[in-house]
């Protein structure tokens, strides 16, 4: 991604400095409890203008955030702003991603330095972000308003325009565009708003899910199967959230749902079939998606998303991926139809809710009245 999802080849050439820099840096890599995923690290940035800074985090795609979607190339400050995002507590797709919103405003000519508090706005300024993270978890002048969160900042300054969001909200740090299924999946099925409810690798193109009829990954072009991995994988996530399993420990290899199933009865004593992991993985899908009828979802909602992340790529290394308008609402359909919802209600049908042991008079209980 670069600046706000509209200059791919500023992603490309900070890329090209991060696989120099990257080597330089001094980094140890640290995993929670038990893990030896080792996701984390202690670090020290050795490079560019914050060299000599040492920060805990996590760095990853917060990167990609923090650099080309600002305008700052040089990696080594992306590196040290992450650091930065994970003491302040923040995640990378809200407050930067709002940052990125305003810059672009900036550079466009629709707000200036009188709507920031006499910041400056260019693009790649890295220490105007730096004042603005922090004025935003202090809540401090104009930060008040970027932690009210994208739209509520967006339609003050009336730069609605320039948020790209899905459903008001930042989401996970790549241009979502170059891979459809993960577009889809946050927009549309996930029921906790846009996060990751399916199989990353599999979306992305690296890893296979046997266990589930898809024995190499996706071609990300291909939006052929991009629902029934959707609604497949979905159920997996869900389930492994339920086990207490991260995702990326339980990618690519097949046999998980009997491990899951040995575990939990070593665990707990309860007599497990594998076959009812997916079982369990439909019903929170579906718990999820009557708590928020219970709160208010009407199907509309679905299109609640940036009309920028349903165009096209147009250059760069993934010119041509995307989805159109058109396609995204193709594929919203045959999801409704697959998991027994009403396309015109978004409600789950009463056989799938009692399928599912779950009582089909809740969905009149939660609807507000």
């Not at 409810?197 to 193109?205: E, K, M, N, P, S």
Request: proline share 5%; with cysteine; glycine share 12%.
């Amino acid at each position: 991604m670069g600046k706000n999802l509209t200059d791919p080849a500023v992603a490309v050439r900070w890329g090209e400095r991060l696989a120099a820099d990257l080597p330089q840096w001094e980094v140890e890599p640290v995993g929670s409890w038990n893990c030896e995923a080792l996701c984390h690290y202690h670090a020290k940035c050795t490079t560019g203008p914050m060299s000599g800074a040492s920060f805990s985090g996590y760095g990853g795609e917060v990167m990609e955030e923090l650099g080309p979607n600002l305008g700052i190339e040089d990696p080594g400050v992306s590196f040290t702003l992450s650091g930065v995002i994970d003491a302040y507590g923040l995640a990378a797709g809200s407050v930067p991603r709002t940052i990125s919103m305003l810059m672009e405003a900036t550079n466009a000519g629709e707000i200036g330095p009188a709507e920031l508090d006499g910041i400056d706005l260019r693009w790649g300024n890295h220490e105007a972000v730096l004042d603005l993270l922090k004025r935003t978890v202090r809540r401090d002048g104009v930060g008040e308003l970027l932690a009210k969160g994208m739209r509520e900042t967006a339609r003050t300054l009336g730069i609605e325009h320039r948020s790209v969001h899905m459903h008001g909200a930042g989401f996970n740090d790549h241009d979502q565009r170059a891979t459809p299924m993960v577009l889809f999946q946050s927009q549309v099925a996930s029921g906790a708003g846009p996060t990751w409810q399916t199989a990353v690798g599999l979306a992305f193109g690296f890893a296979a899910e046997p266990d589930l009829g898809f024995p190499k990954a996706l071609d990300p072009d291909d939006l052929s199967r991009v629902v029934e991995a959707t609604y497949k994988t979905q159920q997996k996530k869900l389930w492994l959230d339920c086990l207490g399993v991260c995702m990326f420990a339980a990618r690519g290899f097949g046999g998980m749902f009997e491990l899951g199933a040995e575990a939990l009865e070593a665990a707990t004593g309860m007599q497990w079939r594998p076959e009812d992991a997916l079982v369990v993985g439909r019903r929170v899908v579906n718990l999820q998606r009557l708590i928020n009828i219970h709160l208010g979802y009407v199907p509309e909602e679905d299109f609640d998303i940036s009309q920028r992340l349903l165009e096209k790529i147009a250059e760069g290394p993934a010119a041509g991926r995307g989805l159109t308008r058109a396609e995204f609402s193709r594929l919203r359909e045959e999801f409704y139809r697959m998991q027994d919802w009403s396309i015109e209600t978004g409600w789950p049908s009463d056989e799938l809710l009692r399928e599912l042991g779950l009582d089909p008079s809740l969905v009149g209980r939660l609807v507000p009245q």
